[in-house]
């Protein structure tokens, strides 16, 4: 076992295989290791292939940024040949026969697969517990939540098992346990890297597939290897003259940022010591050289929520009937309540509610790129709280039966129109209140971990910037990373 494994990012291990001080043997040796020491409590890797790993080190790894590098994929998106996708269900159980589009790209860099992490069914809530594989355990604190829908993918990086991992993002999924875990977590531009040409635009281009990582230039040299054309993606983000990486090791230029601290879901509030870090962060960038002000894009609070469910539900409706036709009734019979109730909501609407919502986000869109004509960068709260103890984000037994004798009805519209579904989501809603404005606009945005809760809950800020310009959002992370402004979290327990 390397003992040194955790002082290293993925590039730095790297480099210490192709300089030969350090085997890929030994780094997968000490990845499985730590997995077996810290993943009992976490549960943050649902399935393991550790011998399928050992045999790609003997059949010699691709020549890349990150060979020999032990590397985790989520359980979601990612079709990894031979190995089951089960999308965080119970019902699901798809084996694919051949690796998709960012898995080819992921596999091309040099890192070795090993596993599968914990996420949410389907990715539809923001806390990892699904009833498949029981819930994430927070590295900063057991019995706390992860975050979601990456959250096995977050946990598994912030204790120390992999140095990064796979995830996805469609409201905040990379965000949000970056953010509760305390790690780097940049959501990348719509149409930048492969999601999956069957899918072509899931939640209206909302989903994208990235990384979670310790390190800045991590998750920049990943983005500089997976960007690229899918065959039949309905959106592409055009590469940048400069290499990510190197924008993240460039310094950045003066930016002027605006503060954004108004909620998109009603009723959030923001906890004082978010807001402390906000406030502490904005006076770290002042000193750096940056201007900030305060400053809004014009939305529609009380309209927000109901064009992000309307859209989602939606696709949920279409991802359900599509996985019936395609795999068998079969994959579909144990379905979640939570999931059945969404998709039922889907089948409930109209195509002029499902384009109604589709014109809330480009209003959305429109008034962001409004307030970004005079600014850089937004900074706002990634999410409006630390993380919060598991089992309070889940539906509660009760709303599960209700949720599941509704099921099979077409009452959805009549559900969203008494309240009763505003009243229902705006827990989990409300801790999305920012995350989703990148999502909805298509734009970048990152979670960079800047702040510490007096219970030892990791607090991040986000950083949003124009629709393809992951470059600023690197540069700035770089400067923030090198200032020592990172808050080291690691396995505290």
Known sequence: MFKEYTQYDAMGLAELVKSKQVSAKELLDSAIAITNQHNPKLNAIIHRFDERAYNAIQQGLPDGAFTGVPYLLKDLLYEFADEPLSM???????????????????????????????????????????????????????????????????AAVASGIVPMAGSGDGGGSIRFPASWCGVFGLKPSRGRTPISSVLGEDWNGAVINHVIS?????????LDATSGIELGANYHSPRPEQSFLTASQTPSRPL??????????????????????????????ESMGHHVDYAEP????????????????????????????????????????????????????????FLNAKQGWQDLRLA????????????????????VK???????KADEIMMQATSGLKIGKMLLNSGMVEKLSQPVLSKMAFTILANMTGMPAMSVPLGMSAEGLPIGMQFIAGLNDEATLFSLAGDLEKAGLFQDVGMKW
């Open 368 to 387: 962001t790129d409004r307030l970004l004509q005079d600014y850089d960068v937004i900074l706002c709260p990634t999410v409006p709280t630390p993380a």
């Open 390 to 396: 598991n089992g309070i984000l889940p539906p509660k």
């Open 88 to 154: 965080g269900s119970r019902s699901v159980k798809f084996v694919p026969k051949q690796d998709n589009a960012i898995v080819q790209q992921i596999k091309a860099t040099g890192v070795n697969i090993f596993g599968k992490t914990n996420t949410p069914e389907f990715g539809l809530i923001i806390t990892t517990e699904p009833k498949a594989f029981g819930a994430c355990q927070n590295p900063a604190k057991s019995g706390y939540s992860t975050g979601g829908s990456s959250g096995g993918s977050a």
């Open 214 to 222: 310790r390190s800045v230039r991590d998750s920049a040299a990943m």
């Open 298 to 353: 014009v939305f529609n609070q009380s309209q927000v929520w109901r064009d992000f469910l309307v859209m989602v539900c939606s696709h949920t409706a279409h991802q359900v009937h599509d996985l019936a036709t395609r795999l068998g009734r079969e994959h579909v019979s144990e379905l979640e309540p939570q999931t059945l109730n969404m998709a039922m909501m889907g089948r409930s609407l109209s195509a002029l509610d």
């Open 256 to 285: 002027k940022i605006a503060i954004h601290v108004r909620p998109l879901i009603a009723n959030t509030v923001i906890d004082p010591e978010v807001m402390a870090c906000l406030q502490q962060t904005a006076k770290h960038l």
